[in-house]
């Protein structure tokens, strides 16, 4: 089981990066993925996550607006554009697979079993 974020890179405020994740060794269609990012010297923080149930997406009130998710289930890819970036949008984004985590635990690094190595974004003038 694998999962590739990339994507990253720097970019000027208010411009947009669209991340991506590769997955494989699973089938995506059974998972629900999340979207993680870490800030120097601070804990990773939940951005969203795409429920595989419904397809419904959530989203951290610090992003909701400006970012968006879509997932190819035949390629076993998620996006996730981010628009109308902001320094503090500065942090190094990982994506995660989890196993239908209910609601209320979709913020928690805990309900994903299975994590990619990160991608920097840097947001800067």
């Known amino acids: 089981v694998q999962l590739q974020a990339s994507g990253g890179g720097l970019v000027q405020p208010g411009g947009s990066l669209r991340l991506s994740c590769a997955a494989s060794g699973f089938t995506l269609d059974y998972y629900t993925i999340a979207w993680f990012r870490q800030a120097p010297g601070k804990e990773r923080e939940w951005v969203s996550s795409r429920r595989s149930g419904d397809g419904r997406t959530y989203w951290a009130d610090s992003v909701k607006g400006r970012f968006a998710d879509s997932r190819d289930n035949a390629k076993k890819m998620v996006y996730l554009q981010m628009n109308s970036l902001k320094p503090e949008d500065t942090a190094v984004y990982y994506c995660?697979?989890?196993?239908?985590?209910?609601?209320?635990?979709?913020?928690?690094?805990?309900?994903?079993?299975?994590w990619g190595h990160g991608t920097q974004v840097t947001v800067s003038s």
């Open positions: 995660a697979a989890g196993p239908r985590p209910i609601i209320s635990a979709l913020h928690l690094m805990g309900s994903y079993s299975y």
